[in-house]
Structures are given as structure tokens and as C-alpha cells.
């Protein structure tokens, strides 16, 4: 079985830099004040990118697939990512795979993932055991993302619990699917699920001087990566 991975998002080229000193495996370019998917300009994404230059991959928030228009993809992602992510925000009662499908249709050189929403009522999302039973029986995507929707102080196993990330988990390993949990991971909770081994650990808040919205310190995602990668 593979070790897990750390997953950082970053804002900008500077905090990807940073990012990478620290051990991070997968550089998530996001911007925090848009939303827990929130979307960077175009121009941010293309900066980080080229500051990685293949040292690691690099993957982007895209938003809510409710609000993305398939047919602009083109046109706003940058070459060089390896994945893209949709949260699946209110489309609770809708056909949200097929939104997600539409949406992934136009993309070419990197794969789509679905975020499921632990907190799914308060997204007005479809259940998370209904989205990695979806993925995995329609073949939708090689990977998914587990987090939270709203940022406000809680994480991950407030809303589920260790044995329910477990069997999320063992029924993405049981169909081939690539899974990453998030969602104000701290060290504390990160080492609370270790026995779960998914594939990414992702992070932000716990990476960052001052939170969520403060910079990415080399440091933090330093001991961070030597957690994870110790496992």
C-alpha cells in the first residue's frame, strides 16, 4: 500500500514555492476568499505552474460545478495541471454526475475529481457515500476529494466520523479510486486517521501563518509532510 501524500493549497507562485521547500507533494492553487473551492484568476494558476516546473503536480479549484460553464474550460485552465476540482454544491435532487461529466467533457491533459461535502446538508450537496458510490460504480473520475463547505471553525470529523471516512475510503481502494480528505485538518486530526491511509492528506489552514486566509509557511508544511510521510 502506498504511503499517503500531502496535498497544500496555495494562493499564489510565492506560498507554491514555499509549499514545495516544505515537503508538499501536490500543490492545490485555490483562492481562499472565493470560497472553499474558490477559483484563482487564470493568470495565478498559469504563475504557479511555471514556479513548480514539474517538481510536483498541480492541481486547481474550480468552484462549484453548478456555476461553471463547460464550454469556457478552454480558456481558463492553464496547461500543466494534472487535476481540476468541482464541488458538487447544491445539486442536492439534481443529476450531478452528469453536471460533472459535462463539465469534465472539454478537458485534455488533466483529470476532473468531484469534492463531496461532509457537511452535505449545509451545502445542499448529495451525500458523500452517494458521491464515491457514483464515482466508483459510473466511472466518472480516478479520484476523489472528501472536505468540508463551510470554513467556519469546524473539520473533517465533525461532521464525519472515523469509521465512516474508513469505509469511504476502502470503497474508493475497492474500485481502483484515488481518494484525498481535507477540511481544517489539523497535525492532531491528521494523526487521528492515519490508520484510514488515503491517498492525499490536504491542507491549507494548518500549512499557513495566521489560518486560512494567511501565508503558507515553509515550516508548517515541513512538519506537516514529515507527519504524513511517516506513516
Known sequence: MRRPCLLVSVRDAAEAVAALAGGADLIDVKEPTRGPLGRADAGTIAAVVQSVGGRAPVSAALGEVREWYSNRIAALIPAGLSYVKWGLGN??????????????????????????????????????ADVVAGTCALAIAETVLIDTFQ???????????????????????????????????TAAEIDRLR?????????????????????????????????????
Do not use: M
Open 195 to 231: 490508520d484510514i491511509r488515503p491517498d492525499w492528506f490536504a491542507v491549507r489552514s494548518a500549512a499557513c501563518d495566521g489560518g486560512r486566509d494567511g501565508t503558507v509557511s515553509e515550516r508548517q508544511v515541513r512538519e506537516l509532510a514529515d507527519l504524513v510521510h511517516a506513516f
Open 91 to 128: 445539486t442536492l435532487g439534481r443529476p450531478w454526475a452528469r453536471l460533472f461529466s459535462r463539465a469534465a467533457e472539454e478537458l485534455t491533459d488533466c483529470q476532473p475529481v468531484p469534492v463531496a461535502y461532509a457537511d452535505w446538508v449545509r451545502a445542499g450537496a448529495p451525500r458523500p
Open 151 to 185: 470554513k467556519d471553525g469546524s473539520n473533517l470529523t465533525d461532521w464525519l466520523s472515523v469509521a465512516e471516512l474508513t469505509s469511504l475510503v476502502e470503497t474508493c481502494r475497492g474500485a481502483g479510486v484515488k481518494v484525498a480528505v481535507a477540511g481544517s485538518l
